[in-house]
């Protein structure tokens, strides 16, 4: 194969990206055309390059997480410290507080108990009508959840006898890029008939399932 037939119909609409690249990773087109032409040592260098590429992104994640480790570890002994000798003066000050918090709350105690009382009457009055509208709630979403489970059963079935449809749009999807891939493979010497063809639509089991589904629709 000879260079002269290579043909070049996007650099110069990007010529200040193909400099960038050049001097930033030493990449140059004629690199690029003498590695593809055979070019021994076009073909070392960028070998040479990939290996370089593929220790660092196996190395400098390790390296990162280690410094990084060592780094968030200092951080966090110097500010458990900080945080132990701030704790430890709060508390010391709560101690001391806590004596009069104790007969606030015992006083607050039996107030309480004597809300409660006061309480529980207006609760349960609330409570017996509470009870009344449960009922009818309880009534009026048992109607509603029966509506929504005649709903979901038809979507349900919809997207069972969909399937087929779907499955053959899907193979011909699969089947049109392998038709492409073969030809730019094989130029001139393609052979279609190669190539396995999905068809869901005319297999019996789907006819007599779309026989069906036309039924229930």
Do not use: C
């Amino acid at each position: 194969m000879k260079a002269k037939y290579v043909r070049d119909h996007v650099s110069s609409y990007g010529k200040n990206i193909s400099k960038a690249t050049e001097k930033k990773f030493g990449i140059t087109k004629s690199l690029i055309v003498k590695a593809a032409m055979g070019d021994e040592k076009s073909l070392k260098q960028i070998g040479d390059m990939g290996k370089t590429g593929e220790r660092l992104q196996m190395a400098m994640p390790i390296i990162r997480e280690n410094l990084k480790d060592y780094i968030d570890g200092t951080k966090e002994y110097n500010t458990a410290l900080a945080d132990i000798y701030r704790t430890g003066g709060k508390a010391a000050s709560a101690i001391d507080k806590s004596a009069g918090d104790v007969t606030l709350e015992n006083t607050r105690f039996l107030n309480q108990i004597e809300e409660y009382k006061q309480q529980l009457f207006s609760n349960l009055e609330k409570e017996y009508q509470r009870h009344d509208d449960a009922i009818d709630i309880i009534e009026l979403q048992a109607w509603i959840d029966s509506q929504m489970v005649d709903v979901e059963m038809q979507a349900k079935f919809e997207g069972i006898s969909n399937k087929p449809l779907l499955a053959q749009m899907k193979a011909d999807d699969e089947y049109e890029e392998k038709k492409i891939q073969h030809i730019l493979e094989n130029g001139s010497d393609s052979n279609l008939s190669l190539i396995p063809r999905k068809q869901f639509s005319t297999n019996p089991v789907v006819k007599l399932w779309n026989s069906v589904r036309d039924i229930f629709s």
